[in-house]
């Protein structure tokens, strides 16, 4: 069945393939029509998500403001861009660090709130002795050895991970500053599920990226 398409979408299918031959060009060589794709996505997906923030962040923000704080946002909108030139560089030092510290904060506080406290308490709720007890019930003996055994595992696995980042070490005459042996060996064990991690998300990248090339030369 022949689907009708608009002079618009010819184009873009066009233009979709000639872009991805352009990007799988690299796998020869890195060449010029491989940087001018990257160049062209790099730049479309900036204006882009300039664009998005400016329609759905930033405007919606300044509309209703009262003439005080409108006049604070366009006074530190001008120390910002003060930045933009090495002799007035200083004067947008404060709103530079404004920006930084609370882009910091934020983050920081989000990533404690959302995502460190939650995997805090979700993995030791796996050595809640009712959810052992409730699994044994469920499923017997063997389920309930092979819960503690996952539960054993994502416990090494994080403080093997924990440890693996740990750069302390303690200095010694005429040698380079080593780790302990016990922070050693725990890393190496770290390192090992550091790498599947790696293996899993590229191959969920590589994938991804594999259906949508399948479903782009299908279109063609």
Known sequence: MLVEMTLLQVIGLLV???????VLLYAFDDNVLFRVAVYLFVGVAAGYASAVALKD?????????????LLVVVLWIVLLAM??????????????GLLVGVGAAVAIGGAIQGTLLPQVLASTELFAPSLTQQTFQAGGAGQAAGYVLRSLTILVGTVATLAHF???????????PQRSRWIETISKVGEVFIAL????IF??????????????LALV
């Open 57 to 69: 962040v930033i405007l919606p923000r300044l509309i209703g403001l009262q003439p005080t704080q």
């Open 166 to 176: 740990h750069f302390g070490a303690k200095p010694a005459p005429n040698q380079i």
């Open 83 to 96: 930045k933009l030139s090495p002799r007035t560089a200083k004067i947008g030092n404060p709103a530079a």
């Open 203 to 216: 191959a969920g990248v590589f994938s991804a990226a594999l259906v949508a090339m399948v479903e782009r």
């Open 197 to 200: 991690t790696f293996g899993v």
């Open 16 to 22: 979709s393939f000639v872009l991805t031959v352009m």
